[in-house]
Every structure is written in structure tokens, then in C-alpha cells.
């Protein structure tokens, strides 16, 4: 969750300081030396209460006999392009600049995959061509499989939304006039699903 705040905007009421502070001690302990010490760095600009202030010189200390990178399985993983992300990425990938999607639950990236639709097709048909059931010779298909490495939004015609299987897309329906946002879980056998009330997204097995 620090990671996810960091990305964001400052919010009222949330300590900067509590934010890079809990991303520096973890970070530490797990391996992930490079988030560690640009997050120390960070705590050097602000206000430390005297509370954590040992804490943050001790850690600065140590952190300098440690490797300046982060273990590769931290690295976080664009499930769009397939490759590793630094874990300061923020809110997209540094690569093809696709938005991740967060599971609310964990804050953890989900292999989901926000994809439109042509501006000639109204909302309620998209939705109905994707519910349809898709050709038995369209099974398998993956609308960013020859376009992984591209960037820029994906849009989708009449005739790709009636080849989705129906069971990789997650539909958020939102009221008016907001856009309905649609979903492609690129790993199927990772199951996902929503809050109806919040439309949040997480990972169904928890």
C-alpha cells in the first residue's frame, strides 16, 4: 500500500514521512536496496519526527554497505509488454506506459489490461458481443498479443469483442457520464473479480 500512496498525489492528513519510511524498512528487510535507499534520500527533504529519526539514520548508515539494486523478483511486471518494472515505476509501465491495475485488497498488479472500444459501437452492444459466446476457433484469442510491446490505447471492433472469452473480461459499469471500463484479464488462470458496490478489483483467491 506505501508503494500505491507514493505513486499518488499527497493526501491530506497521510504522512509523506510514514509513507517513505515504511517503503525504506521493508524495502530493507526484503531485498529491495534501490527503493530503500531513493526513499531515505526522500526522507532527507522532510521533517523526521524525533520519534523516527535514529531509525532513519541507522537505516541510512546501513543501507550503504548494500547492493544498489533491488532483487529481480520484486520487480514488478507489466502484464501488457512482459517486462520488469523499477518499483518507483508508479501508476504505469516506464516501458509502454500501459496503467497498471491495483488489487484493493493487496495492492498488488493485477493482469488486467484496460482495453476500448470503437466509437461507433454503443456501451450496451460492446457489452452484448463480449457476453456472446466467441467461435471455438477463437478460444485462445488475445487482443494485445501482436501489439504487446506498442503503446497507446487498444480499441476494439465489432468483430474482436465477439472473439473475447467472456470469462478474461471484467466489465465496470459506472453511472452516467462516466464511461464503462472494460478489462482483460491476460492470465486466466489467475482469477479476478469485483466489488458490484465499489467496482474495485482484486484477486478472488485470497
Not at 548508515?61 to 523499477?86: M, Q, T, W, Y
Not at 518499483?87 to 485488497?105: D, E, I, R, W
Not at 452492444?125 to 490505447?153: H, I, M, R, T, Y
Not at 474482436?160 to 471500463?181: A, F, M, S
Request: proline share 8%; hydrophobic share 40%.
Amino acid at each position: 500500500m506505501a508503494r500505491y500512496l507514493a505513486a499518488q498525489e499527497p493526501v491530506p492528513n497521510i504522512s509523506q514521512v510514514l509513507i517513505n519510511y515504511t517503503m525504506a524498512r521493508i524495502g530493507r528487510e526484503l531485498g529491495a536496496y534501490k527503493l530503500a535507499r531513493d526513499t531515505l534520500d526522500r526522507l532527507g527533504s522532510l521533517r523526521v519526527p524525533p520519534r523516527l529519526q535514529r531509525d532513519v539514520e541507522l537505516m541510512t548508515v546501513n543501507i550503504r554497505a548494500k547492493p544498489f539494486s533491488d532483487a529481480e523478483d520484486l520487480l514488478p511486471v507489466c502484464h501488457r509488454c512482459g517486462l520488469n518494472n523499477p518499483l518507483t515505476c508508479g501508476m504505469n509501465c516506464v516501458h509502454c506506459k500501459t496503467p497498471f491495475q491495483f488489487s484493493f485488497a493487496t495492492f498488488e498488479i493485477l493482469p488486467l489490461i484496460e482495453f476500448f472500444i470503437d466509437d461507433d459501437i454503443p456501451t450496451e452492444e460492446a457489452v452484448s458481443l463480449v457476453e456472446s459466446e466467441p467461435p471455438l476457433s477463437d478460444s485462445n484469442f488475445n487482443p494485445f498479443q501482436n501489439v504487446a510491446k506498442k503503446s497507446g490505447e487498444i480499441h476494439l471492433n465489432r468483430d474482436d469483442l465477439t472473439r473475447l472469452e467472456k470469462g478474461q473480461v471484467i466489465i465496470l459499469h459506472w453511472p452516467e457520464p462516466l464511461e464503462t471500463k472494460f478489462l482483460f484479464n491476460q492470465m486466466p488462470s489467475i482469477s479476478v473479480s469485483k466489488c458490484p458496490s465499489c467496482n474495485k478489483v482484486i484477486f478472488l483467491d485470497l
